[in-house]
């Protein structure tokens, strides 16, 4: 199973991202799929979720209305579209897979499967 996060970069306050994550060696429509961060000297935290379909998704409080999940399983493909972005958005990002449905409780990391590599996000004022 791989995971390759790609997309981040510098970008200036107010502005737009999307990252992606590309999975393959596991049949990408049975799982859900997340996004985390990390910056340096803290715990890697919750951003956003997607289930197996796309139908349902769950952001965390302090991106909800300004980032959006999307996912295409025949492109084995999901993105965080990151909009209105702050300094405090910088970080590095990871996408993460589980099965079918991210559950009641996406945020905790050791119910993640598999993780990517991660994609540096940098919001400069």
């Known amino acids: 199973v791989q995971l390759v996060d790609s997309g981040g970069g510098l970008v200036h306050v107010g502005g737009s991202l999307t990252i992606s994550c590309a999975a393959s060696g596991l049949a990408f429509d049975d799982y859900a799929v997340g996004w985390f961060r990390q910056t340096p000297g803290r715990e890697r935290e919750f951003v956003a979720a997607?289930?197996?379909?796309?139908?349902?998704?769950v952001y965390a409080d302090f991106v909800t209305g300004r980032f959006n999940m999307s996912r295409d399983n025949d492109k084995n493909t999901a993105w965080l579209q990151m909009n209105s972005l702050k300094p405090e958005d910088t970080a590095v990002y990871y996408c993460a897979v589980r099965g079918l449905y991210y559950g009641q409780t996406p945020e905790r990391l050791h119910e993640w499967d598999y993780w990517g590599q991660g994609t540096e996000v940098t919001v400069s004022s």
């Open positions: 997607i289930s197996w379909s796309g139908a349902n998704t």
